[in-house]
């Protein structure tokens, strides 16, 4: 078992530019969470899917900002028109039914 | 909804010393409270849990304790070694497949 896949690992993008993070689950693992950490600051959850399906997007800014895992391939997060402050660490994290999350490595997202 | 509160944010410890953290949770429904340890660079990495059915668990020289009456839960960590350096993070949630909700972290620095 590979375990969460995130990729890419770092990703540098202009301002203005769009960004896209991918995670693959465990395998058996139905159920995914995006969270963003910020340099020296906890992890804030963005959105929690699962297959086709969002079913907590309470911690998603409202713009620019969206995610989907579709039926078949990855978990893909979005941010459009990046700017400055998007810049951080953004883990993805993987259960099965039930809890005990499993994180990926997470992406490094630089804005520059 | 939840919110989880954390302290101390940095601990210092010598070597062969315990470190202890606490962490409140403001939901009482909230029944699965995790504990996990992050590294430089690194993913957050499960450690420890407990549910909410349970005081206390242990694993070797880590244990967490759980006080529902008061909202807490502390992790206890004796013979500290360098290699637990690291920041600490609890997490709280209710049901099952339902996001985490994290507290700030702590810092820990076991020195020689």
């Known amino acids: 078992n590979a375990g969460v896949m995130q990729n890419p690992r770092h990703l540098v993008r202009r301002r203005g530019q769009e960004a896209r993070l991918r995670c693959s689950p465990m395998k058996g693992h139905s159920h995914v969470y995006w969270y963003r950490q910020l340099p020296e600051e906890g992890l804030k959850f963005m959105v929690y899917?699962?297959?086709?399906?969002?079913?907590?997007e309470s911690g998603m800014p409202k713009e620019r900002f969206s995610a989907e895992f579709p039926k078949e391939g990855p978990s893909i997060l979005r941010i459009q028109q990046v700017v400055r402050g998007d810049s951080a660490a953004y883990f993805c994290?993987?259960?099965?039914?039930?809890?005990?999350?499993?994180f990926g490595s997470g992406t490094r997202l630089t804005v520059v | 909804g939840e919110n989880v509160e954390q302290h101390p944010s940095t601990l210092s410890v010598q070597e062969g010393d315990s470190a202890v953290i606490k962490c409140t949770y403001s939901?009482?429904?909230?029944?699965?409270f995790p504990w996990y340890k992050q590294e430089l660079g690194k993913r957050p990495q499960l450690i420890i849990d407990?549910?909410?059915?349970?005081g206390e668990k242990k694993d070797q020289r880590i244990a967490v304790t759980l006080n529902k009456t008061a909202k807490h839960f502390s992790l206890h960590i004796t013979e500290t070694q360098p290699e637990d350096s690291a920041v600490y993070f609890c997490?709280?949630?209710?049901?099952?497949?339902?996001?985490?909700?994290f507290g700030t972290g702590t810092r820990l620095q076991v020195t020689l």
């Open positions: 994290a993987s259960s099965p039914e039930g809890n005990g999350y499993t």
């Open positions: 939901d009482s429904a909230s029944n699965y």
């Open positions: 997490a709280a949630t209710y049901g099952t497949a339902s996001k985490l909700t």
């Open positions: 407990i549910r909410s059915n349970v």
């Open positions: 899917l699962q297959k086709e399906n969002i079913i907590d």
